[in-house]
Every structure is written in structure tokens, then in C-alpha cells.
């Protein structure tokens, strides 16, 4: 079944007609849902400042020459990058040393001084913390005490997220090209809304990060299959742009992640508020049908042309007879005998050396291109400032981006675009390690350019991984690519640990991959104005088109 004779589908029955467009949106705004729970974890796991509970009741607070009357009001002057004390006065006579993570018991309680020479004994912090509620009234870290040598619990929130991606694009890729699409973005978007409430409702640690690996797994799953869905629905004419610009969704996500932050400042009402965005497509997911493309890879003929009738319905326009726009291939991969169709494996995309050579190439941008995006999103609450207008901001900056390569790969074709965005994300990197600490400004405004470059590789690859292969492979494709972008997303959170060790280690990582994997691209074929490939033949001719070119 050539890729040719489907596209005539498109020609027939409208290219993006309004079928399409609320197949498109409906998929496009749960996509919003991805964005929101992939970064919700920014403000959760934020650290605020903390000292030692003493114990017991207070009568007299110091903190240098300044004497207070309440701890909560120690804040403002308690610095953030230095370990410092507090001298507190209790009730019965006992003066005590609360620092961040210990506390001490001064001998001599004759007089209430800051600095003090004597004897005095350590403790650790039993009684708890007492925790800076300015800007958050409660988050996880504060719910479960994850700080001094629980930090690493919570450090490891959004690893353990993201290695929950990675198993759902691995899994979700592989049943959606065995059992369909459309049953994976049903159980997806329900898997959604189920464990975003059921994380907001958690009890303690370990469920909280049991419901969030699920949640990532589920949200991992919609987000490559949406994609391949709307792919596949959608003509050549408009694929380029509509393929691309649904990640601009995912940056709506990522802002109204700042947004609710900014509003809600408990983190189980934060999460709720955000998981209720599932809840619309959840709702009227049952509309949406099984593409034609997969129908057709399986040899369901009747039920393909069922959706493209009602396709042509909806577009006003006239239908098409399969049986006659594909009648050359009617006893192939169309036949009435789909338990003749070869089911294909993550091995076939090794399929020749050329192939194979293509795949670990689009496996490295994929993995560059997240460790990046990430890296400058996770990274953006430390950029100084307001955090949610940071975290706002770089999720704004991702749709020019996306316009950018949709402009640009119509005019100068996928591979250029994406050599151009990481070549360009590798300069802006440097450029961040070389401007001097003080100029606050102008280190914005370069990890915003990094992060525009970065993120138009990253928007890019999708559609590009789609175009590389044929029907029967292709989610496996995009779902691989994702598989091994999460590992960069795993590995973006401890990037970012990395720059306490130096502050411009994230940058150097992806600066250097960035470069690497572009150069690398010139390898890949072009796949502009190209319809989508069904076979290993077609695939494979993209290279040879290349090489005589």
C-alpha cells in the first residue's frame, strides 16, 4: 500500500477540514494536561527556608544583634546561602543554637548572647522544623520533612516521574500499533484524571510517589500516541503546522503550572486544581475514532472507510472509494485477512545498516533535546526573581519557537531547521557560561534564547521521527525516541543538582550534546513536502534520494 495512494484520501476528502480540526483539538488540549503534571513537581518540591523546632515553648528569640518575639518573623533576615543559627530562650530557662539541620544545648544559661564560647551539646532535629511559610503554606517537602538527610527523598520526585515516562512511552508505543490508538488515548486520559486526583489525596511519601509514577506512565503514554494520532489524520498540506504547534499546548501547560502556583499555595489544592484540566477530554474522548492509517496497516477496510465517510461528512465534501483509490493493494496489506499481517518489533528499527545508522542518530537529538528542555525549565525557579514568572516565561518562549521551525522547514526543510536549532542552543549555552555574575538581566535573556533553541529542536523531532518511518513502525519509532529522551529527562533534575558542584555544569552537558547531534544531523534524510512512508522500501529511499541529491 503506497503512502502516495493514501495521501489521495486527503486530496478527496480535505486535508484539514473541520473533522480534523476538532479531532485536532480535542487531542491538542489534553495535551495541556501533559505539560501541567510533566512540571508540576517545580513548586512541590520546592525547599523553603527551615531551622530547627526547639524544644519547647519560646520566651526570647536572637539572631545577631536583632531580638524578635516569634520565629515565624526570622525569615526575612535568615540568609539562604550560608548555614546560620538562632539563639532561642525557652520558657524554662535553656538556651538553644537552631541551625537548618541541627540543634544545640548551651550549658551556661546565665545570659541569652549570640556568641558564645562555652560547652554545649548536639542534637538532631526530633521535634521536627519549623519551615518559611511566605510563599508556600505547605508543599510536599514541608508535608514530610524532606530536608537535611531527607532531602534525597525529595530530590528524587522527579526522577522517579520521569522514569515513569520513560516506562509509558516504551509500553503505550507498543500497544498502540497492536491494538489501536484510539484505546490507548481512552485509557490514557482516564489513567490521568484517576491518578493526578489520587496524588493530591495521598497520605504519605511512598504513595505519593506511587501515584505519580503511575500518573507519568499514563501522561508519557498520551502524549507520543496523540501525537502519531493527529499525525495521521491530518493531509500533508497541513501537517507540518499542526503536528508542531500541538506542543504548543504542552507550553500552555507549562503555564498554567505558574499560574496555579502562583494562585494556590498548598500542594495538595494546587494539584487538584491542575488535574481537573484532564477532566473535559475524559469526558468526550469517546467521540474520536481510529485513524485510517492504522486501519488500513491492519487490513480493516470496512472500518476505515466507515471514518472516512464520516471524514467527508464533516467536511462537506464528497467521499472517496477506498476499494478504488487503493485497488492495486486491496490483496496486500488492505486484504481481509489482517492474522496475515506481520507485527513488527523495537528491533525493525534496526532494519539495515542505513536504518539503523538513522536511529541511533534521532535517538541522540531526541535525548540532547530533552536534557536541554528540561534542564532550562527545572533551572528557571533558580534563575533569581520571581520564580512563576520564570517558569511562565519559559513555557511562553516554546510557542515562537514552534512558529519559528513551522516557518522554517517549509522554506529550508526539517534537517536544516533542527541543525540550526542545536548548533544555535550550543552557542547560547557558552554564552550563559561566559557573562559575569552580576548581570543578572542578561543571563535571562540568554537562557531564554537557549531555551528557545533548545525547544525548537525539541518540538522538531517529533514530527521529523514520524516522517522517518513507515506506518507500521511509526509509534514504536516516536515511542522509542521518547523512551530515550526521558533518559535525558531523568538525568535533567541531577544536571541541574550538578551546578552546586559548578554553576555552569547543566549548561556545559548540553551545550556539548548539542553540538555533537547537530553535526550529527547531517546524516539524516528530508523529509519536506514527502508524503509519509508505509513500507521499508520507501523509507529506505529517502536515503537514497539523499545520497543523489
Known amino acids: 500500500m503506497g503512502s502516495g495512494n493514501l495521501e489521495l484520501i486527503f486530496d478527496r476528502v480535505g486535508h484539514f477540514g473541520r473533522y480534523q480540526i476538532f479531532i485536532y483539538f480535542t487531542c491538542a488540549f489534553q495535551n495541556i494536561s501533559c505539560g501541567i503534571h510533566y512540571l508540576a513537581s517545580v513548586f512541590m518540591t520546592m525547599f523553603p527556608k527551615h531551622t530547627c523546632r526547639p524544644p519547647g515553648n519560646v520566651s526570647r528569640i536572637l539572631f545577631h544583634n536583632t531580638s524578635l518575639w516569634r520565629l515565624d518573623d526570622i525569615w526575612t533576615l535568615f540568609p539562604t546561602g550560608r548555614e546560620d543559627y538562632v539563639v532561642v530562650q525557652l520558657e524554662d530557662g535553656e538556651v538553644w543554637e537552631l541551625t537548618r539541620c541541627y540543634r544545640f544545648r548551651r550549658d551556661n544559661n546565665s545570659s541569652l548572647n549570640y556568641d558564645y564560647d562555652g560547652h554545649k551539646s548536639g542534637f538532631s532535629c526530633l521535634d ?8 508556600w503554606d505547605n508543599t510536599v517537602v514541608t508535608q514530610w520533612d524532606l530536608v537535611c538527610n531527607r532531602e534525597w527523598f525529595a530530590k528524587l520526585i522527579q526522577p522517579t516521574f520521569m522514569f515513569g515516562v520513560l516506562l509509558g512511552a516504551l509500553v503505550f508505543g507498543y500497544l498502540s500499533d497492536r491494538v489501536g490508538r484510539r484505546p490507548v488515548l481512552w485509557s ?13 489525596f495521598t497520605s504519605d511519601y511512598y504513595s505519593f510517589m506511587l501515584a505519580r509514577f503511575l500518573l507519568a506512565v499514563v501522561a508519557s503514554g498520551y502524549l507520543v500516541v496523540a501525537f502519531v494520532y493527529v499525525t495521521e489524520f491530518i493531509g500533508m498540506k497541513a501537517r507540518t503546522w499542526a503536528s508542531i504547534q500541538i506542543h504548543s499546548f504542552f507550553a500552555i501547560g507549562t503555564m498554567v503550572v505558574a499560574l496555579t502556583g502562583y494562585l494556590f499555595r498548598t500542594w495538595w489544592i494546587y494539584q487538584i486544581i ?28 470496512k472500518e476505515a472507510q466507515i471514518v472516512v465517510d464520516k471524514m467527508a461528512k464533516w467536511n462537506r465534501t464528497s467521499t472517496c472509494k477506498l476499494s478504488e483509490l487503493l485497488s492495486l493493494d486491496l490483496y496486500g496489506a488492505v486484504g481481509d485477512k489482517p492474522s496475515e499481517v506481520k507485527k513488527y518489533n523495537l528491533l525493525d528499527l534496526f532494519y539495515d545498516w542505513n536504518i539503523g545508522t538513522r536511529t541511533l542518530i534521532v535517538w541522540l537529538v531526541w535525548f540532547t533535546g530533552c536534557l536541554g528542555f528540561y534542564c532550562f525549565s527545572l533551572n528557571s525557579v533558580n534563575l533569581g526573581g520571581n520564580e512563576y514568572l520564570n517558569l511562565f516565561l519559559m513555557g511562553a518562549v516554546e510557542i515562537p519557537a514552534y512558529i519559528f521551525i513551522c516557518v522554517g522547514m517549509d522554506v529550508v526543510g526539517r534537517r536544516n531547521v533542527l541543525l540550526f536549532s542545536l548548533i544555535s542552543g550550543a552557542l547560547f549555552c557558552g554564552v550563559i557560561m561566559v557573562i559575569p555574575k552580576g ?21 522538531l523531532i517529533y514530527l521529523y521521527t514520524a516522517e522517518l518511518y513507515p506506518t507500521m513502525i511509526r509509534t514504536q519509532a516516536v515511542g522509542s525516541g521518547s523512551v530515550v529522551c526521558r533518559v535525558g529527562s531523568i538525568i535533567a533534575p541531577f544536571c541541574v543538582y550538578l551546578s552546586s558542584v559548578w554553576l555552569f555544569m547543566p549548561q556545559l552537558l548540553t551545550g556539548t550534546l548539542a553540538f555533537v547531534s547537530g553535526l550529527l544531523t547531517l546524516k539524516l534524510p528530508e523529509t519536506l513536502g514527502k508524503p509519509l512512508t508505509t513500507t521499508w522500501e520507501e523509507a529506505i529511499k529517502l536515503d537514497e534520494e539523499k545520497d543523489g541529491s
Open 439 to 459: 548581570y543578572y538581566i542578561w543571563s535571562v535573556v540568554a537562557t531564554m534564547a537557549g531555551k528557545f533553541a533548545i525547544g525548537s529542536a525539541f518540538g
Open 128 to 135: 521536627g522544623f519549623i519551615y518559611d511559610k511566605s510563599k
Open 188 to 200: 490514557t486520559s482516564i489513567g490521568m484524571h484517576v491518578f493526578g486526583v489520587a496524588v493530591a
Open 274 to 301: 491542575l488535574s481537573t484540566v484532564t477532566l473535559p477530554f475524559v469526558l468526550c474522548c469517546w467521540m474520536i475514532p481510529e485513524t485510517p492509517f492504522w486501519l488500513l496497516s491492519e487490513g480493516r477496510y
